[in-house]
């Protein structure tokens, strides 16, 4: 496998591990909705939330965070809805993103990164 996607699977893993260090009940990884994919979709105390992981050797080109541009950020709102009609879900949703800097092994979670119209 390719070096960048081992690294983007290894920080995938390693944000899981941070939201349930941190109360995150996961619900599912890796879900897909035609094209779309959301990385994580957990609760936090009644909260249904949309995570975008982003995984990072350096900032050089800017920090995970910024990567989840206006594009992404509408997917993952499409994807949101998608998701929300399948599952028939009811109650409150929040988009975080979590940013993970593989060579310095730091992991920075962003709750409430962006919302929906």
């Excluded at 993952?76 to 949703?93: F, H, N, W």
Aim: proline share 1%; with cysteine; glycine share 6%.
């Amino acid at each position: 496998m390719a070096k960048h996607l081992d690294a983007g699977i290894w920080g995938e893993q390693q944000a899981v591990r941070c939201l349930r260090e941190r109360g995150y009940e996961i619900v599912c990884v890796n879900w897909r909705y035609k094209h779309l994919e959301v990385d994580v979709i957990a609760k936090d105390e009644g909260v249904l939330v949309f995570v975008e992981v982003k995984s990072r050797n350096d900032c050089r080109f800017g920090e995970p965070k910024e990567f989840v541009d206006y594009r992404k950020q509408r997917n993952l709102i499409r994807l949101a809805d998608a998701y929300i009609s399948y599952t028939k879900y009811q109650g409150e949703i929040r988009f975080d993103i979590v940013s993970v800097f593989l060579k310095e092994r730091k992991i920075e979670l962003i709750k409430d990164a962006f919302w929906s119209n």
